[in-house]
Structure formats: structure tokens, C-alpha cells
């Protein structure tokens, strides 16, 4: 249920883009930015080919490696380097929601190329960014919810029956926390840690919906600018983001324990977005327009309600429950470390936002 509604937001928001885009336009273009000597089709072209295949591989590098490196002891969940790179990655995903997503937002939604009214007289970005934090957090509980009592009913049931049954992918759960030894055989500690891998796999879902739009909204705006002044620094930050943003969604997705084809396809879908996008804004270059009106309201409400989902997944799904855990309540030296890394995320990011 949850990889189909997932899989349905983000067929929404493309389609939603698509359309938004391809209506035509009832407000001129802004054409403030037409003299630029840096637009140059010809040579903007190649750059964005390039930057296809760059991103392309350092998504996929950042969001296979918490994966391929869980049989490195060092970096497995259960040793403290794996907390504190997820903590580093938390704060990329922190700093992007406030210091990328966000200000692209106000900048878009209140650009002088849309009317003053209603645009210029009330913080629409903060507004879809407010609601969107909201429903994300009425979406992560009801799901955990109702997932939660479908295991309790499923765990009852198997206990009834000697042949046992319920979900054949809870079979293989792992200890978590505070689950060791006999204790976890204990009905209780079992659905306890049933709930637990249930919260990662809510968390690995919703924070992989906020990340592909984002994704695909910023491919699309590199796709369709020819801005050849900024294009060379965006891949090298657009690299870096998709690296790291990816190794904490792949953190994530270890901590989730789906079967090998449901990770295949959460890496696939983050891996293939952005240059997705940018295929997309090259396609649509000749009737896309940075500055219509239509694409700064569309592109605007989308980065602002994505950013709110980004934002709360990072304080309250990622950086909360690491923090509040037993294990880094109990050490306060991993703890300052952890902090540290949070803060590095977030600065590398904000540093990125000079560029994009």
C-alpha cells in the first residue's frame, strides 16, 4: 500500500508539471533576462549532456554506498560511523529544504514577472511550506497507524495458527535499539520492533516522495536554462547535493530492510530524476519558459511544498528520532559528534547555495 501511494504522488506532481507547462500561456513572458550574453543554446547543449551522465553516477554512487558498505562493519547501523554519517546527510537534507528549495520558492512567487495581487500581497511559499509540513505529518502518522495494527493483527493470527502466515517481508526483522537477546521473542518486544521497521519504511517512502519532486524540478530548470555562466558550477553543486542527499535516503532505505527489487527501485527512481528532469527541460526548451508566468507559479508552489516535507522529514523523522534514541541519549560523546556532523551537512549545503 505504501509503494502504490507513493508511486501515485509522484505520478501527480509530474503530470502536474507537464500540464502546468505545456497550457499555454495567458500572461507574457518576462523577458528581463533576454539580453544576457550568457545564453547560448549551442553551447549550453553539450554542458547539460555532460551534466546528465555526471549526476547520474553520483546519485547513484550516494544512494548505493550506505548499501554496499552495510557488510564494512565500520559502517554498519549498529557502529556509531554509520550515525554520524547519517546525521551529516540528515543536515544536507536540512540545508536543502531551507537554504535551496525554499528561497527558489519566495524568489519565484514573488518575481516581478507575476501581477502584484495576489502574488506580491501574501507568503504563498511559507503558506504551501506550513500546510505541507502538516499533511506530511498527518501522512507519516496515519500510516505508521495503520500499519502498525495490520502487524498486531497479522502477529495474533500467525500465533493462532501453527502454520504461521502474515507478511512473508516482516519474516527477516532485525534487532533494533533496544531489542536483544531472549527479549526479543517476547510478543510485545516483537511487535514493538515490528513497529519500529515499519516507522523506517514510512520514513524511507515519504522522504524519497519529497526528494524526487525536487529532483525533478530542479533537472527541469537546469534542462531548460541556456545560461552558460552558471551552468558548469550548478553540475559540480547538483553533484554534490545528489551524493550526499542520496547517501542519507540510502541510509534510510538499509534502516527499511525491503527485499532487494523494492531497493532496486528506490534507488532507480532517485538515481534517474534529475536527469530525467533535465531531459525533460531540453525537450521542452522551445515552449518552456523560465520566466513565464505559468512555470514561476507552477515551479514555485511545487519547491515550496517540497520543501516543507523536506524539512520535517529532516528535524522530525531523521535528526528527532536519531537524537531522542536511547543510544545517543546514553552517550553524550556521540552525540557532540553527531551534532557536529549535523551542522557540517548543513553548512557544505548552504556553502552549495552560491552556485545553485
Given at each position: 500500500?505504501?509503494?502504490?501511494?507513493?508511486?501515485l504522488?509522484?505520478?501527480?506532481?509530474?503530470?502536474?508539471?507537464l500540464?502546468?507547462?505545456?497550457?499555454?500561456?495567458?500572461?507574457?513572458?518576462?523577458?528581463?533576462?533576454?539580453?544576457?550574453?550568457?545564453?547560448?543554446?549551442?553551447?549550453?547543449?553539450?554542458?547539460?549532456?555532460?551534466?546528465?551522465?555526471?549526476?547520474?553516477?553520483?546519485?547513484?554512487?550516494?544512494?548505493?554506498?550506505?548499501?554496499?558498505?552495510?557488510?564494512?562493519?565500520?559502517?554498519?547501523?549498529?557502529?556509531?560511523?554509520?550515525?554520524?554519517?547519517?546525521?551529516?546527510?540528515?543536515?544536507i537534507?536540512?540545508?536543502?529544504?531551507?537554504?535551496?528549495?525554499?528561497?527558489?520558492?519566495?524568489?519565484?512567487?514573488?518575481?516581478?514577472?507575476?501581477?502584484?495581487?495576489?502574488?506580491?500581497?501574501?507568503p504563498?511559499?511559507?503558506?504551501?511550506?506550513m500546510?505541507?509540513?502538516?499533511?506530511?505529518?498527518?501522512?507519516?502518522?496515519?500510516?505508521?497507524?495503520?500499519?502498525?495494527?495490520?502487524?498486531?493483527?497479522?502477529?495474533?493470527?500467525?500465533?493462532?495458527?501453527?502454520?504461521?502466515?502474515?507478511?512473508?517481508?516482516?519474516?527477516?526483522?532485525?534487532n533494533?535499539?533496544?531489542?536483544?537477546?531472549?527479549?526479543?521473542?517476547h510478543?510485545?518486544?516483537?511487535?514493538?520492533?515490528?513497529?519500529?521497521?515499519?516507522?523506517?519504511?514510512v520514513?524511507?517512502?515519504?522522504?524519497?516522495?519529497?526528494?524526487?519532486?525536487?529532483?525533478?524540478?530542479?533537472g527541469?530548470?537546469?534542462?531548460?536554462?541556456?545560461?552558460?555562466?552558471?551552468?558548469?558550477?550548478?553540475?559540480?553543486?547538483?553533484?554534490?547535493?545528489?551524493?550526499?542527499?542520496?547517501?542519507?535516503?540510502?541510509?534510510?532505505?538499509?534502516?527499511?530492510?525491503?527485499?532487494?527489487?523494492k531497493?532496486?527501485?528506490?534507488?532507480?527512481?532517485?538515481?534517474?530524476?534529475?536527469?530525467?528532469?533535465?531531459?525533460?527541460?531540453?525537450?521542452?526548451?522551445?515552449?518552456?519558459?523560465?520566466?513565464?508566468?505559468?512555470?514561476?507559479?507552477?515551479?514555485?508552489?511545487?519547491?515550496?511544498?517540497?520543501?516543507?516535507?523536506?524539512?520535517?522529514?529532516?528535524?522530525?523523522?531523521?535528526?528527532?528520532?536519531?537524537?531522542?534514541?536511547?543510544?545517543?541519549?546514553?552517550?553524550?560523546?556521540?552525540?557532540?559528534?553527531?551534532?557536529?556532523?549535523?551542522?557540517?551537512?548543513?553548512?557544505?549545503?548552504?556553502?552549495?547555495?552560491?552556485?545553485?
Amino acid at each position: 500500500m505504501a509503494i502504490t501511494s507513493a508511486t501515485l504522488f509522484k505520478i501527480i506532481f509530474v503530470f502536474f508539471i507537464l500540464v502546468t507547462l505545456l497550457t499555454p500561456r495567458a500572461v507574457a513572458d518576462c523577458e528581463t533576462q533576454s539580453a544576457n550574453a550568457c545564453n547560448n543554446k549551442k553551447k549550453a547543449l553539450p554542458l547539460k549532456v555532460i551534466a546528465i551522465f555526471a549526476i547520474l553516477v553520483c546519485s547513484i554512487i550516494g544512494i548505493t554506498l550506505p548499501l554496499v558498505t552495510r557488510s564494512i562493519p565500520a559502517l554498519s547501523p549498529e557502529n556509531d560511523l554509520f550515525v554520524i554519517v547519517k546525521c551529516f546527510a540528515a543536515g544536507i537534507i536540512l540545508g536543502t529544504g531551507f537554504m535551496h528549495v525554499l528561497p527558489d520558492s519566495f524568489d519565484m512567487l514573488r518575481s516581478d514577472c507575476l501581477k502584484e495581487k495576489p502574488w506580491h500581497k501574501f507568503p504563498f511559499s511559507g503558506f504551501v511550506a506550513m500546510f505541507s509540513a502538516i499533511i506530511t505529518m498527518m501522512v507519516d502518522s496515519l500510516a505508521t497507524s495503520a500499519y502498525t495494527k495490520k502487524i498486531r493483527t497479522e502477529i495474533i493470527s500467525s500465533q493462532s495458527s501453527p502454520a504461521g502466515g502474515g507478511d512473508q517481508e516482516m519474516g527477516g526483522v532485525v534487532n533494533f535499539g533496544h531489542f536483544h537477546g531472549h527479549h526479543y521473542n517476547h510478543p510485545e518486544n516483537k511487535t514493538e520492533g515490528q513497529s519500529q521497521l515499519l516507522r523506517y519504511r514510512v520514513i524511507a517512502m515519504v522522504l524519497e516522495l519529497g526528494i524526487v519532486v525536487h529532483s525533478v524540478v530542479i533537472g527541469l530548470g537546469m534542462g531548460a536554462s541556456n545560461n552558460t555562466c552558471t551552468i558548469k558550477g550548478l553540475i559540480a553543486a547538483l553533484c554534490f547535493h545528489q551524493m550526499f542527499e542520496g547517501m542519507g535516503l540510502g541510509g534510510c532505505i538499509l534502516q527499511a530492510q525491503y527485499k532487494s527489487l523494492k531497493n532496486v527501485t528506490m534507488m532507480f527512481f532517485f538515481s534517474v530524476t534529475t536527469p530525467f528532469g533535465i531531459v525533460l527541460g531540453i525537450a521542452l526548451s522551445t515552449i518552456y519558459r523560465e520566466n513565464s508566468s505559468s512555470a514561476l507559479i507552477t515551479v514555485g508552489l511545487l519547491n515550496a511544498s517540497s520543501a516543507g516535507l523536506l524539512i520535517y522529514m529532516a528535524l522530525v523523522d531523521l535528526l528527532s528520532t536519531d537524537f531522542m534514541s536511547p543510544r545517543l541519549q546514553g552517550s553524550i560523546n556521540l552525540q557532540l559528534k553527531s551534532y557536529l556532523a549535523v551542522f557540517l551537512g548543513a553548512a557544505g549545503m548552504s556553502l552549495m547555495a552560491k552556485w545553485a
